[in-house]
Each structure stands twice: as structure tokens, then as C-alpha cells.
């Protein structure tokens, strides 16, 4: 679901029995740690005291259906990342080169029935928060997904550093935060003609210019708190 298996709730069993099994209790100062070695397979390591990797840092920069053997299902995923993880060359710059993993070529079949796997169309309940979207890769797909969720009813992509969503349309979502991001108008919002929870809290919105767009909504509340618009005149009751 996500471009990044940092989301995975491992304390759920997530992942196979063959890794978990490496896990063990590092307060004894006796146990060697585990280390990856250049295959990332988990070694041992007999020099306690260093901090090693979990046994799912091998997998940290990979997207779920890339892994080989795991049991991680959908509901196990909390907050995933949809972006990408480093590329080749910075890994190598990072030190982490033993995560890289074979280049296998993907054909048009075979990325299309992965964004099936995907199945944002489904999705009801969507958080998407603190994705770090600095690369236009990143807001490119990040974008594609959004335009995926035609029914999803609660949304929240708070501190995205978000700027235009007026392209993207959610017509069944019902409540959506957007929080901390970097609004200007209310002519940026995405279409939503059910809305019934907005809340713009922490943006920069400074007129009310577009607001009539709610009108013909179902709005219930509007959260504006720390935008500079709260210092108008007449702020509540406009």
C-alpha cells in the first residue's frame, strides 16, 4: 500500500516467523546483536553495546508487494509512506549500501496490477500525515493517490506542506483535516460537495475569498484556527 515499509506495525507479528525469530532481549549484555550483513541477511554480532538495526531494516526502503516472504496484510500498515526511499547512489553516500536491493526489470503488467493492489478506491478511513513530500516525485504521487479516493468519507493530510489540492476531487468525504500545511485560499481546497468537518488550522489563509464555494455544503464546523485571517474584523461573524 505505501513506498515505504516504515509503516508496518511489527508489533503485530507482522512480518515472517524466519525474521522475527531474530529479535531477542537486548538488556542482556551477554546476547550478541544482530547485524545485516552484505546480503542483508541478520548476523550476530559479539561487540554488545552498539545499537543494531531491527530485523525489519532491511526492508525499510522497500514497498510491501517487493517483499519476498512476509505476512504483512493491509490492516497492519499504520500511516504509510507514499513516497519513494533513497536512491542507489545516496545509499551508497549513507553508508547503507548492504540495503540495496537486485534491479529487476518491471513490466506495464506488472506496475499496473501493483497499483491495483493499491486499492485506494476502497478506502473509507484515509490518514496520510507527516509525508515529507520534498521531492516532485513524491507530490506527483502523492497527487495520483489522492485522485484515487472516491470514497473515502474521512481524510486527514495534516503537515504535508500542501499548497493546491483544487484539481483533486472527494466526493463522499465527509470530514478532512489539512492542518498545517500552506493554504492561501479557500480556492485551493479540493471539490468536496458532502463535507461536513474541515478543519484549516496552521495555514496562511488570509481572506475569506472563496469561502462561498462551501455554501451549497453540508458544513457542520470550520477549524481556521492560526491563519492570519483570525485578526480580520468581524472575524466570527463573517
Known amino acids: 500500500m505505501s513506498e515505504s515499509s516504515s509503516g508496518v506495525n511489527t508489533s503485530s507479528n507482522s512480518f515472517s516467523k524466519s525474521y522475527s525469530s531474530h529479535c531477542s532481549d537486548l538488556s542482556d549484555s551477554n546476547t550478541p546483536l544482530p547485524v545485516l550483513s552484505s ?5 550476530q554480532r559479539c561487540d554488545s553495546g552498539i545499537s543494531s538495526p531491527l ?19 493491509g490492516t497492519q500498515i499504520q500511516c504509510p ?23 529487476i526489470h518491471v513490466t506495464d503488467k506488472e506496475i499496473w496490477q501493483q497499483r491495483l493492489q493499491e486499492n485506494w ?24 493517490i489522492l485522485r484515487r479516493l472516491i470514497r473515502v468519507e474521512r481524510l486527514w493530510l495534516v503537515d504535508n506542506a500542501l499548497k493546491d489540492l483544487s ?52 458544513l457542520e464546523s470550520l477549524i481556521l484556527k492560526s491563519n492570519p485571517c483570525e485578526f480580520l474584523e468581524n472575524y466570527r461573524l463573517q
Open 39 to 43: 546480503r542483508g541477511v541478520l548476523q
Open 55 to 73: 530485523p525489519c531494516d532491511a526492508f525499510k526502503y522497500l514497498t510491501w508487494h517487493k517483499l519476498k516472504e512476509h505476512d504483512v496484510q
Open 81 to 103: 509512506r507514499v513516497r519513494e526511499g533513497p536512491t542507489s547512489d545516496e545509499l551508497v553516500m549513507r553508508g547503507e549500501a548492504i540495503l540495496l536491493q537486485e534491479e
Open 121 to 144: 478506491e476502497n478506502c473509507v478511513n484515509v490518514n496520510l500525515s507527516f509525508q515529507g513530500l520534498g521531492d516532485p516525485y513524491q507530490q506527483r504521487n502523492f497527487h495520483r
Open 167 to 218: 484539481a483533486i476531487r472527494l466526493p463522499r468525504c465527509k470530514e478532512l483535516n489539512l492542518s498545517r500545511n500552506h493554504f492561501i485560499s479557500f480556492k485551493q481546497l479540493p471539490k468536496m460537495p458532502v463535507i461536513q468537518h474541515l478543519s484549516l488550522a496552521a495555514n496562511n489563509i488570509e481572506t475569506f475569498s472563496g469561502l462561498t464555494d462551501l455554501k451549497h455544503t453540508p
